[in-house]
C-alpha cells in the first residue's frame, strides 16, 4: 500500500474480481486487510444471486471487523448474443458450412433439415435482420471466425473462415454491426435488484453504445430507492467510441473494456482508443478504470510478462484512477502474487514515471473547481506531503483527485459512510471516516493527529487543508497551510 516507508499510499486503486479462487473469508481478508485492494468486482456473466449475497455479506463482515470497508462493484452482464447449448463441443473445420438458427431444432450440432450442414441456436431472435451477407462473425473472444453467406427464415448460413472448437454459451460478437438489443435486459433488471437489496457501490453496464443507455440503468435505481449508487459505463464497441464524450459526460465513470472492445475493433487501435478514453475522462473529470488482460499470464504463472509490466505501467502513466484484475483473481492461482505485482509496478511507475498531464485540460468552469485547482497548485509548488480534505458528499475530494496532485496524496475524511466507499474509486484519494467536530480548526487537528498516528505525517510536514466547512448555515469553501506540530 505505501510507497515510502508508511508516508506516500499508492495512488492507482486496484480493483479485483472476486471468484473460486478469492471468495473464502480467508483469502477476502488478506486482500482487503493486507494487500489494500480498493473495490470488489462481483462480474454477473458468471454470478448468481445467492452467490451474490454470500460474497456481499461475507466483504461486509470482514470489513466490519478489520475496520477497512471496501465498495462492491456489480458489473451488469447487459446486451450480448451467447451460442445455445451443444451436447458435446462441435470441432468447426475451415471451409465448412455451419448455420446459426433462431429457432430451437440444430441446437445440438447435428445436421437440420436433413442437411449434412451442422447448427447451433443462437439467443437474439433479431440477429438474422441485424447481419448482412458478407458480414463477419466472430464466436467465443474471436477464437472462431466465420461469413456470413446467406440468409432464409430463422437460419445464417456461413463459412467457417477460422476454425475451432465451439461449446456452449459462448459469447457472438459483430464488429461494425449495431445490434438492436435492449441496453437493460430482464436478467439486468433482476440481477440489479439484488445488488440494491444488498447495498452494492457501483454498478458497471455492459456494452454501453450511448449514453441513453445510462439512463435507463439510472432510472431503474432511482424507481428503486439506489439514489446514490454511481453507474460505470463500460466502452465494448465501435458504438461507444463513436459516442465516447457524450458517455463521459453522462457516467460516474468510464471502464475501458478491453477484451470485447479489442474484438470489435481492429486490435491495433487498441492502445489509441484506450488513451483516447483516458484523456476524455481525465479532461472531464471522471475517474477511469482499465480492465482485461493486465496480467492475465498471471493466472498459470507467479510472474507476470515483461510486456503486462509494461501494460500496467502505460496505464499508471496515464493516470488511469483504476486498474482491474479479472479472470487473474477468479481462476487463477495466484491472486496475491497479481495484486502485489499490480502494487509494486504502480509504486514504481508513480514515482519515476513520467506522466502524461492529461488533467491538465480539466476546465476550470466553476468557483469550486478554482478552488481545488488552488490546493492543488498549492500542494506541488510548496511540495506539501499531503492534501488533507473534508467532504460530505465527497465532491471535494474527487475535484481534487481529477486535477491530480503531483506529489501529494489526498487524505479525505467524511462523517458519510457511503462517501468513504465511493472515495476509493479515486485516483489517489486515502478516504477515513471522522465524525466532525462543531468546530472547524478542531475537526482539522483531529485529522492531522489520526494521520501521525497511522505514520502518514510527522512533524514539521507541510500540509494543504481544503474543505467546504459549514459555518452560520452557510457553506464555505477555504484552503490553509498548515505544517504538523509536535503535540
Not at 451460442?83 to 458450412?97: M, N, R, S, Y
Not at 439467443?123 to 458478407?134: F, H, M, R, S, T
Not at 440468409?151 to 445464417?156: E, H, P
Not at 474484438?263 to 483516458?278: D, G, S
Request: charged share 25%; hydrophobic share 40%; with cysteine.
Amino acid at each position: 500500500m505505501f510507497q515510502d516507508s508508511h508516508r506516500i499510499p499508492r495512488r492507482t486503486k486496484i480493483i479485483f474480481t472476486v471468484g473460486p479462487a478469492t471468495d473464502s473469508e480467508e483469502m477476502l481478508e488478506k486482500l482487503i486487510g493486507e494487500h489494500f485492494v480498493d473495490i470488489c468486482r462481483i462480474n454477473m456473466a458468471h454470478a448468481n444471486h445467492d452467490y451474490v449475497r454470500t460474497v456481499v455479506r461475507r466483504i461486509r463482515k470482514i470489513g466490519e471487523r478489520i475496520n477497512r470497508h471496501i465498495p462492491i462493484m456489480m458489473d451488469v452482464k447487459g446486451p450480448e448474443i451467447r451460442t445455445g447449448d451443444v451436447e458435446a463441443p462441435i470441432e468447426l473445420k475451415p471451409g465448412e458450412i455451419f448455420d446459426f438458427t433462431i429457432k430451437p431444432g440444430g441446437a445440438d450440432g447435428k445436421p437440420s433439415n436433413n442437411e449434412e450442414i451442422r447448427s447451433v441456436d443462437v439467443n437474439y431472435a433479431e440477429l438474422i435482420n441485424d447481419v448482412d451477407v458478407g458480414s463477419v462473425v466472430l464466436v467465443d473472444n474471436g477464437l472462431i471466425r466465420l461469413e456470413v453467406l446467406e440468409k432464409q427464415d430463422a437460419r445464417i448460413r456461413c463459412k467457417v473462415i477460422i476454425a475451432g472448437e465451439l461449446t456452449s454459451r459462448r459469447h457472438i460478437n459483430l464488429p461494425g454491426v449495431k445490434v438492436n438489443l435492449p441496453a437493460l435486459t430482464e436478467k439486468d433488471r433482476n440481477d440489479t435488484r439484488v445488488g440494491i437489496e444488498e447495498g452494492v457501490d457501483f454498478y458497471a453496464l455492459s456494452f454501453v453504445r450511448e449514453s441513453s443507455d445510462l439512463q435507463l440503468l439510472r432510472d431503474f435505481l432511482d424507481e428503486n430507492g439506489a439514489h446514490r449508487s454511481l453507474i460505470i459505463a463500460k466502452i465494448e464497441d465501435q458504438s461507444a467510441i463513436t459516442n465516447l464524450y457524450s458517455i463521459v459526460q453522462d457516467c460516474d465513470g468510464l471502464m475501458v473494456a478491453r477484451g470485447d472492445l479489442g474484438i470489435e475493433c481492429p486490435f491495433q487501435t487498441l492502445p489509441t482508443i484506450q488513451r483516447k478514453a483516458v484523456k476524455a475522462c481525465l479532461s472531464l473529470g471522471k475517474p477511469v478504470i482499465i480492465a482485461t488482460h493486465m496480467l492475465e499470464s498471471m493466472i498459470n504463472s507467479p510472474m507476470p510478462t515483461r510486456a503486462e509490466v509494461s501494460d500496467v505501467a502505460n496505464a499508471v502513466l496515464e493516470e488511469a484512477d483504476c486498474v482491474m484484475l479479472s479472470g487473474e483473481t477468479t481462476v487463477g492461482k495466484y491472486p496475491t502474487e497479481c495484486v502485489e505485482a499490480i502494487t509494486k509496478i504502480s509504486t514504481e511507475v508513480d514515482i519515476n514515471g513520467q506522466k502524461t498531464g492529461y488533467a491538465n485540460n480539466l476546465s476550470l468552469d466553476s468557483d469550486k473547481r478554482k478552488i481545488q485547482h488552488s490546493a492543488v497548485v498549492m500542494a506541488n509548488e510548496l511540495n506539501a506531503v499531503a492534501i488533507i480534505c473534508f467532504t460530505r458528499s465527497g465532491n471535494m475530494a474527487k475535484g481534487v483527485s481529477a486535477l491530480r496532485p503531483e506529489n501529494s496524496p489526498i487524505f479525505a475524511f467524511s462523517n458519510s459512510h457511503d462517501t468513504i466507499k465511493q472515495l476509493r474509486l479515486n485516483h489517489g484519494v486515502i478516504p477515513f471516516e471522522m465524525i466532525f467536530c462543531t468546530e472547524p480548526d478542531a475537526t482539522v487537528s483531529k485529522a492531522m493527529k489520526h494521520l501521525k498516528k497511522m505514520g502518514y505525517l510527522v512533524p514539521g510536514d507541510k500540509v494543504v487543508v481544503v474543505s467546504d466547512i459549514l459555518a452560520a448555515d452557510s457553506v464555505i469553501d477555504s484552503i490553509q497551510l498548515r505544517t504538523v506540530s509536535h503535540d
